[in-house]
């Protein structure tokens, strides 16, 4: 018995094979896609067990994901997962082993309300807006007779606000607050202005969530359940 060739099932089949290049390309940035997003996932679960993670939301706002264009052709696709960098943060550079920790200062628990796990108080940054009183807005001929003063000016007057300190003997240079009244009043150290000794932690949080994310990775199922619907003919792989 002879079998033919359906002249419908041809031109099917005709219109498939014109169409096959994009919807491999869509499929294909598809699946690139889905992995990004799915490291971008493991990272953010990865860095909030691992990290001191004062924001969850700053977080989820930095480690973002820059998609594979369904318009490229298959040999230009290609999708990222990362952190972005803000004017004040390096987006983790440090950590991953990407860059050196370039900070000049050091913030200590006082500036944090003597938790870790707080933000610095507003207050207590060195940024526009906040003003400090310094030795240089006290008399004295030198650097140690200016800090001398102001502190005992300070400490009298009940001051509270944060304070800036250089060229004492006994105090690195620093933003500085006044706890406490009379005797029992102490001198805190909000921040100081040097390197902290402390190493960065080396974290490569990116490469251990691309490596957990595809340990985890099921790559046939993911081909059947994303891209074999959309390269596929409808109606059950029939053309």
């Known amino acids: 018995m002879p079998f033919e060739i359906n002249a419908q099932d041809w031109a099917k ?9 994009k919807k491999f390309q869509r ?7 889905h992995n990004a997003f799915g490291a971008r996932k493991e990272a953010i679960k990865y860095m909030r067990a691992t990290m001191t993670i004062r924001s969850p939301r700053f977080l989820d706002y930095l480690i973002r994901v820059e998609k594979a264009k369904s318009t490229d ?7 990222y997962f990362g952190s ?16 050196q920790d370039k900070r000049t200062k050091t913030i200590t628990l006082a500036a944090r309300r003597k938790s870790k796990s707080r933000p610095v108080v507003g207050t207590h940054r060195m940024k526009k807006g906040n ?12 650097a140690r007779q200016r800090a001398n003063i102001m502190l ?14 250089r060229g004492h003997r006994k105090y690195r240079a620093g933003l500085y607050k006044i706890e406490g009244t009379g005797e029992n ?3 805190l150290p909000i921040q100081q202005f040097k390197k902290s000794p402390r190493k960065t932690m080396h974290k490569p949080w990116k490469t251990i969530a691309v490596r957990r994310y595809f340990n985890r990775l099921n790559s046939g199922a993911l081909w059947s359940d994303i891209v074999s619907p959309i390269v596929m003919p409808k109606g059950g792989g029939r053309f």
């Open 13 to 21: 089949l005709a219109d498939w094979f014109h169409r096959a290049p």
């Open 27 to 33: 499929a294909s940035a598809m699946y690139l896609n």
């Open 73 to 79: 052709r298959l040999d230009h696709q290609i999708s």
């Open 84 to 99: 972005i960098q803000t004017r004040n943060h390096t987006g983790w550079a440090e950590q991953q082993g990407e860059a």
């Open 131 to 142: 003003s400090f009183e310094t030795p240089d807005d006290y008399p004295g001929r030198t």
């Open 152 to 165: 005992q000016h300070l400490r009298r007057s009940g001051y509270r606000k944060p304070f800036i300190i």
């Open 185 to 187: 009043s102490r001198v």
